[in-house]
């Protein structure tokens, strides 16, 4: 994999001097381009060995384009903001909106390669977190993103010679730290990992340039080309399709659905109801000031069909809670600036650091539910989402997170019946709308959907519970009860 | 000012019961109305002493409105991304935006109160910290936002009893610990700073309510109708008119400007002007890596005539650094949730950590500028915005901020001059919009608003520097120059 970055690649002054001036004026007009189309953002990963020119080569990417365009991130210790949440939060954090380009030093990729390099990751683990980021980079280009990831190469002998340069030189010495050579003394196990790194996470989406350091001529010129190539293929081109649906689903043959087998008839006496209720409060709010819980974090999701009861479950639980430790996050349309970003943004900048709850009040299963019937997505948009989001919520889990989604389910006449009563209700009125009904003709399309998604993102760690709703009082008890289940188990 | 809050208000569980579910309709109708209309945000301050039920009236407030659209907030211990930025960063970043009520406990007021009980804080400087909080809530007032501040009272007396039911209770014992009875030794302090702290900080547009916070169905009773009747009235009336200007600002009479008093002949030659720029660059570059320079933020701010070369001076500024320490904000049109915000918030939310260098290019003096001109916004809203900007800059350069502002600035001909050269060129075209032709027509216009801006925002600590640009070399060195001779004093 580096073999063809140790050969002494170099470009001559005189060449660079000429290929410059129109490289550089080539990629403004890209970028001018990219910004004027806000179509995708350009992702530019940038790795490898120390005193290979990363930095260099970033600052004259910034001054080949315009800067005011790009957003550079370079990512050291992590925040305690940071720390509160699940890994790939930071870099969520700082994904460029579409238009912009975004270089990203020390990225995803880094932490797993230095944790293998100093043990703290076995084989196994290690190649889990790259599978992760394999996700999570087949989930950018499947949002658009024009994804370029550049490794900086030297050889053992080059690099040696390289931080010797560079401590010798007074104006650089600063830069070379009793790090740099403690590193430098790992070279041969930091390049085996990093092979296995690179070639585990490059694909035809989001694929690894390796450029050999030594020279600075053919260092930026390549990374300036590979770049401007890559631009000038996706600014003429359509939006690539990267996941293709092999299959879409099928209703099960014989119409037996999870949501038909529920049991509607149920029935909570008031009395009952009212002693229940103030049991699973009290243990709830038990629960939340348990020492333990400070260390989880609890993220609740309520979906189902329209006059089901979201709100008032979710009162239920908001009434045992104190008002300082819980956030409700209703879900509406996105705002500009999270349509410029990934569907998943909009719910990441949301996730709640430790010791605290979050319940979302209609969530990310959007795409899969109202985007899927309304058509508002394309077919492989939906379906790639049943993986984006049980990647999601795996690792909301690993960050110490419980998830918990709560469907709330009502039969046809119950929701007509309900529909009709908030009309007649002057203070409740507002409750209904217009895409109540429209919403109301598409009830079996909705059904369809909401047994896909149960069948394809329910499991034991985030957990889909289908709660039979016709009745108030025994949904509401069921919600609650569930929820004191889940959070004691996990403490 | 407390003393009415000791007199044992108490109200009957007959009339609460009776009042309550009123109150909770009307509240919960007004929070629908509220949110229909996306006119304001409402923002509730919550301060008391311990033991007051603050937690518990915050927790009713969310159980008879809808959660979800209530924000609540609870201010500890600063994040380390909190310490690196102003003190008041923590409070933009929790504002809520128009249409929604955020519940602030220990907001502002808080810190300032317990620094001067602990003596931390002298008598002049608790002043000068409630001057601040009164002009952040005055400008949150004449942003539209609806404040409402509820100060829970106990009378000495009644704050032991209260603290000695909660320890003697199984279930509330948790909530007493060693700090409140410290807190509670002293009490008297506590009152007479609290004291001092609501009478400086009461304004009519953000007025302290005193609750006596002995009985709850008085507390929740008092809290409720107040944060109710405030609603009705705010929703009924229009935007209330809170800084009006007493008189707007005049020309000089005999014509003279700051702007008509430069030296728009300078020409520096090309020679010269590479030397000077190597040298600068150098020094800047060698001035971000001082070691002090980590605890210092750059701010640089870029505004001038259109084609004055805002863009070409900032990127030999850029041009010196490294690109993972600066970051450039092009300040375009607000986007929806900054829309929904003070005027100010899109610009705190950029502001940098310590270390690191933000230029803006464009900034909020916006208001002052182009919204004054266009007739954007009222006169009142960019008369008050001197004063608001002036207060942003303090409060930067308070916490360690370094504040240059460059106003660059060439002759009416030059700029038709350089309109015609970009129009004529393919590859600069783009830079050249009909909002460009349009802007020059008010050029007038643009003078007034450009010398009455100096005058009022120019000071020591975050100076204008007026750049006559016609010949761009000596406009870039100079700049330069002085970002260096700044950030050097800084050090």
Not at 58 to 83: C, K, Q, Y
Not at 244 to 268: G, W
């Amino acid at each position: 994999m580096f073999e063809s970055a140790e050969l002494g690649h170099c470009i001559p002054d005189r060449e660079y001097d000429r290929a410059e001036p129109k490289l550089r004026e080539a990629l403004l007009k890209a970028q001018y381009e990219l910004l004027a189309h806000k179509d995708f953002p350009v992702i530019i990963v940038i790795g490898g060995v120390d005193g290979a020119g990363k930095g260099e080569t970033v600052n004259i990417l910034n001054e080949w384009m315009d800067p005011r365009h790009i957003v550079t991130h370079a990512f050291g210790e992590m925040s305690d903001e940071e720390r509160e949440r699940p890994r790939m939060w930071r870099y969520w954090r700082a994904l460029p909106p579409q238009g912009r380009i975004g270089i990203l030093f020390g990225a995803w990729h880094s932490q797993p390669i230095q944790d293998r390099v100093r043990g703290r990751l076995d084989d196994t683990e290690f190649e889990l977190a790259l599978e992760e980021i394999v996700h999570f980079e087949r989930m950018l280009a499947d949002e658009g993103a024009l994804i370029l990831k550049f490794w900086f190469h030297l050889s053992k002998k080059a690099q040696k010679k390289r931080l010797q340069a560079l401590e010798s030189n007074p104006h650089t010495r600063w830069r070379i730290t009793d790090t740099d050579w403690a590193q430098f003394k790992a070279y041969d196990r930091y390049r085996k990992v990093s092979e296995t790194a690179l070639r585990e996470t490059s694909a035809a989406h989001a694929p690894w340039t390796v450029i050999e350091g030594t020279d600075p001529n053919y260092r930026y010129l390549t990374a300036g080309r590979t770049l401007l190539d890559a631009m000038h293929k996706r600014l003429a081109g359509a939006r690539p399709r990267v996941s293709q649906p092999a299959a879409l689903p099928e209703p099960a043959l014989d119409r037996r659905t999870v949501l038909s087998s529920l049991d509607y008839a149920q029935r909570m006496p008031h009395k009952e109801y009212e002693r229940k209720l103030e049991k699973y409060q009290g243990e709830l709010n038990l629960l939340t000031r348990h020492k333990k819980f400070r260390r989880k974090s609890i993220i609740v999701v309520f979906e189902g069909a329209d006059a089901a009861g979201k709100g008032g479950s979710i009162r239920r639980i908001t009434g045992a809670l104190d008002a300082r430790q819980y956030q409700v996050v209703p879900v509406a349309a996105p705002t500009e600036e999270e349509r410029a970003q990934p569907y998943l943004w909009r719910f990441w900048r949301r996730l709640p650091q430790r010791g605290r709850v979050t319940i979302f009040d209609r969530s990310w299963y959007g795409r899969v539910l109202v985007e899927r019937v309304e058509k508002l997505c394309s077919e492989q948009d939906w379906m790639r989402a049943y993986h984006e989001i049980n990647d999601f919520e795996e690792q909301i889990v690993e960050a110490s997170g419980v998830v918990t989604k709560f469907w709330l389910t009502i039969t046809k006449a119950e929701q007509l019946r309900r529909f009709r009563e908030r009309q007649k209700t002057p203070f409740k009125s507002f409750k209904i709308t217009p895409d109540d009904w429209r919403n109301r003709k598409r009830w079996d399309d909705y059904e369809v959907a909401v047994c896909d998604m149960v069948e394809r993102t329910s499991n034991r760690d985030a957990p889909w519970i289908l709660v039979p709703a016709n009745d108030k009082y025994s949904a509401r008890i069921q919600v609650l009860k569930t929820l004191c289940e889940r959070i004691e188990a996990s403490l």
